[in-house]
């Protein structure tokens, strides 16, 4: 099976509550983590593109994955 071009959509939620609040923002990240960005990512379907976005992409260091797109 060949590999198929997903498009992860993928914010940090610290760094978007922080903007969000008005705060400083205090993580290790950019201050652009607080939009959604678009990541491409290749993979054999949308749920191991999935899982390669939260491995790349950690929930325990305040990311979210908003959705997977084919591209």
Known sequence: MSLKLFEARIFNRDVRAAMRAGRANDTAFDDSWAETRFV???????DFARQIAERRYPKDQGFEVEGIDEA
């Open 40 to 46: 491409e990512i290749k993979a054999m379907s949308a």
